[in-house]
């Protein structure tokens, strides 16, 4: 018995279908003779006699004594649109207060506390941004900004790095003329909306999509990726997303999708039952069945792209005083935009408490990180410190990261993490340590005389024991120091005697000093 594949490509027309009957009927009946297959091939021929298909693919088999006749139907071909980088400009929220970082954030902004021994937080965004060719770049700023402003100043205006006909520009929480203008930021969209005349300005009339981003995400992400999936599903928002169990999924806003990506629902960091309402099958992105138990949560990262027109719709027009994106603007634009999800399937952290920040941190010092700076095409950029290399004398060094510049003498450090013009002295023990370094050096002389004088420098002093512990920069620590909690202690609040105690993880602050022979 004979054959005929019929094989429909990409917008292949079809025949007609005959009178009171369904495509999936004409193959009932007798094909007897080559009849239908004739005039399958003669409605083919004649462009009159077609209709439009949606796009898709169809293959059908059917069975005759006839010669078998291959048809063939050149379609037009369609360029795919390619997203252009510099049609794209990224803004770069620099977070609130801070209060889930304290005490580390007492004096500096989010973004700039430091993090992988020599870099600042602000620097991931950034170099994702650089990476990935977008060169218009907007940093909203409000507390404790000057760290932040400085930082990027010296590291992004000029040091190499090109921007070419694109900027870095800070934007400071300011106040203006009217009742509104008299407020500060209100929340991630509110801050937006107070500079969203940047996009009506005439430099910038051709930027088609703008990324919102967080300035306190640890990720390497290619956001060129990220508008072509945008741009491909005509989407007006995407939001990037990644799987999550349930011990962290009241901690970020969670989402609902099908298996197109198209986001049906939208809810910020649910409890309780709304938290159970919130679960989906995640086999649906790909996950095994195992995986998909383990992470039956859908979670924002707080990192979305909006097309220019319909981001100023909704904050000026649509909802002028939703201040959040999360719980406000996006929930609301499910019901009128095509909002989809974007699955991102690499490592990110959400550098939200203190306990996310140390965890991910000293990962960075683990054998085979799951995360790692270095990488010689997209690499992170930082201030460039013009610092000697490390100097290292007699000690024991075990899963570690030791920055540049630093001074360690008959040392142990282990599964640690040692920034930038660090000093420890014989006999220091660091494990499971944080330590952020110091802004200057303090010369031999210098420290000499403040041993002498009964004072303590810069540093970590001979025969001290630390461990489960961030310190914080240009912290004096004494010598015969133990600071290990032994106690198990879970939370405390010590500044006057230079440090607190959150989530188990002491924390010496900035600029402390500890005292000869202190126990915490």
């Given at each position: 018995?004979?054959?005929?594949?019929?094989?429909?490509?990409?917008?292949?027309?079809?025949?007609?279908?005959?009178?009171?009957?369904?495509?999936?009927?004409?193959?009932?009946?007798?094909?007897?003779?080559?009849?239908?297959?004739?005039?399958?091939?003669?409605?083919?021929?004649?462009?009159?006699?077609?209709?439009?298909?949606?796009?898709?693919?169809?293959?059908?088999?059917?069975?005759?004594?006839?010669?078998?006749?291959?048809?063939?139907?050149?379609?037009?071909?369609?360029?795919?649109?390619?997203?252009?980088?510099?049609?794209?400009?990224?803004?770069?929220?620099?977070?609130?207060?801070?209060?889930?970082?304290?005490?580390?954030?007492?004096?500096?902004?989010?973004?700039?506390?430091?993090?992988?021994?020599?870099?600042?937080?602000?620097?991931?965004?950034?170099s994702?941004?650089?990476?990935?060719?977008?060169?218009?770049?907007?940093?909203?700023?409000?507390?404790?900004?000057?760290?932040?402003?400085?930082?990027?100043?010296?590291?992004?205006?000029?040091?190499?790095?090109?921007?070419?006909?694109?900027?870095?520009?800070?934007?400071?929480?300011?106040?203006?003329?009217?009742?509104?203008?008299?407020?500060?930021?209100?929340?991630?969209?509110?801050?937006?909306?107070?500079?969203?005349w940047?996009?009506?300005?005439?430099?910038?009339?051709?930027?088609?999509?703008?990324?919102?981003?967080?300035?306190?995400?640890?990720?390497?992400?290619?956001?060129?990726?990220?508008?072509?999936?945008?741009?491909?599903?005509?989407?007006?928002?995407?939001?990037?997303?990644?799987?999550v169990?349930e011990?962290?999924?009241?901690?970020?806003?969670?989402?609902?999708?099908?298996?197109?990506?198209?986001?049906?629902?939208?809810?910020?960091?649910?409890?309780?039952d709304?938290?159970?309402?919130?679960q989906?099958?995640?086999?649906?992105?790909?996950?095994?069945?195992?995986?998909?138990?383990?992470?039956?949560?859908?979670?924002?990262?707080?990192?979305?792209?909006f097309?220019?027109g319909?981001?100023?719709?909704?904050?000026?027009?649509?909802?002028?005083?939703?201040n959040?994106?999360?719980?406000?603007?996006?929930?609301s634009?499910?019901?009128?935009?095509?909002?989809?999800?974007?699955?991102?399937?690499?490592?990110?952290?959400?550098?939200?408490?203190?306990?996310?920040?140390?965890?991910?941190?000293?990962?960075?010092?683990?054998?085979?990180?799951?995360?790692?700076?270095y990488?010689?095409?997209?690499?992170?950029?930082?201030?460039?410190?013009?610092?000697?290399?490390?100097?290292?004398?007699?000690?024991?060094?075990?899963?570690?990261?030791?920055?540049?510049?630093?001074?360690?003498?008959?040392?142990?450090?282990?599964?640690?993490?040692?920034?930038?013009?660090?000093?420890?002295?014989?006999?220091?023990?660091?494990?499971?340590?944080?330590?952020?370094?110091a802004?200057?050096?303090?010369?031999?002389?210098?420290?000499?005389?403040?041993?002498?004088?009964?004072?303590?420098?810069?540093?970590?002093?001979?025969?001290?024991?630390?461990?489960?512990?961030?310190?914080?920069?240009?912290?004096?620590?004494?010598?015969?120091?133990?600071?290990?909690?032994?106690?198990?202690?879970?939370?405390?609040?010590?500044?006057?005697?230079?440090?607190?105690?959150?989530?188990?993880?002491?924390?010496?602050?900035?600029?402390?000093?500890?005292?000869?022979?202190?126990?915490?």
């Open positions: 018995m004979d054959s005929c594949v019929a094989i429909l490509r990409t917008n292949a027309h079809l025949p007609r279908a005959r009178e009171n009957g369904f495509w999936g009927d004409k193959t009932r009946g007798s094909l007897e003779k080559g009849v239908w297959i004739k005039g399958f091939a003669r409605s083919f021929r004649n462009d009159q006699k077609v209709r439009n298909v949606k796009p898709g693919f169809a293959c059908s088999v059917m069975t005759s004594n006839s010669v078998p006749e291959t048809i063939t139907r050149q379609m037009p071909f369609v360029e795919k649109r390619r997203t252009d980088p510099k049609n794209a400009a990224s803004v770069i929220l620099g977070g609130g207060a801070g209060t889930h970082l304290f005490p580390l954030t007492s004096r500096t902004a989010t973004p700039a506390v430091p993090v992988g021994g020599c870099y600042k937080l602000i620097d991931i965004p950034m994702n941004c650089i990476n990935s060719g977008i060169n218009k770049i907007f940093i909203l700023t409000q507390f404790n900004s000057a760290s932040l402003n400085r930082h990027i100043c010296r590291t992004y205006h000029g040091n190499g790095i090109n921007f070419g006909d694109g900027f870095v520009e800070v934007l400071a929480a300011t106040q203006t003329q009217g009742e509104a203008g008299m407020k500060w930021f209100q929340g991630t969209a509110d801050a937006v909306r107070q500079f969203i940047l996009f009506e300005d005439a430099r910038n009339k051709h930027i088609e999509n703008i990324l919102i981003l967080s300035g306190d995400h640890l990720y390497r992400m290619d956001y060129t990726d990220f508008l072509q999936n945008h741009i491909d599903r005509n989407a007006d928002i995407t939001l990037s997303c990644v799987p169990g011990s962290r999924a009241s901690d970020y806003g969670l989402m609902k999708i099908d298996s197109r990506g198209h986001v049906s629902q939208f809810c910020e960091k649910p409890k309780g709304n938290l159970k309402a919130m989906v099958d995640t086999t649906i992105v790909g996950l095994s069945r195992e995986e998909a138990l383990e992470n039956p949560y859908v979670a924002s990262m707080g990192v979305y792209v097309k220019t319909v981001l100023l719709e909704l904050l000026t027009c649509k909802y002028p005083t939703a959040d994106f999360g719980s406000e603007i996006i929930p634009a499910l019901k009128e935009h095509n909002v989809q999800a974007y699955l991102f399937r690499d490592y990110w952290e959400d550098i939200g408490t203190l306990k996310s920040f140390y965890d991910a941190n000293l990962a960075l010092a683990e054998e085979i990180p799951k995360f790692e700076f990488d010689p095409k997209t690499p992170f950029y930082t201030s460039p410190r013009f610092l000697p290399p490390t100097k290292m004398d007699n000690c024991r060094i075990k899963d570690a990261i030791i920055s540049h510049g630093c001074f360690l003498r008959e040392c142990m450090v282990e599964h640690s993490i040692v920034g930038e013009r660090s000093r420890l002295d014989s006999g220091v023990q660091l494990k499971d340590t944080l330590m952020m370094g802004d200057y050096y303090q010369t031999e002389p210098e420290i000499a005389a403040l041993l002498a004088e009964g004072k303590i420098p810069i540093g970590i002093g001979e025969n001290t024991k630390i461990r489960n512990c961030i310190i914080d920069k240009n912290a004096k620590i004494g010598k015969d120091v133990i600071i290990m909690n032994q106690d198990g202690v879970q939370e405390a609040s010590r500044p006057e005697d230079g440090f607190y105690i959150r989530s188990g993880i002491t924390i010496i602050l900035e600029k402390a000093t500890i005292q000869d022979g202190t126990v915490i």
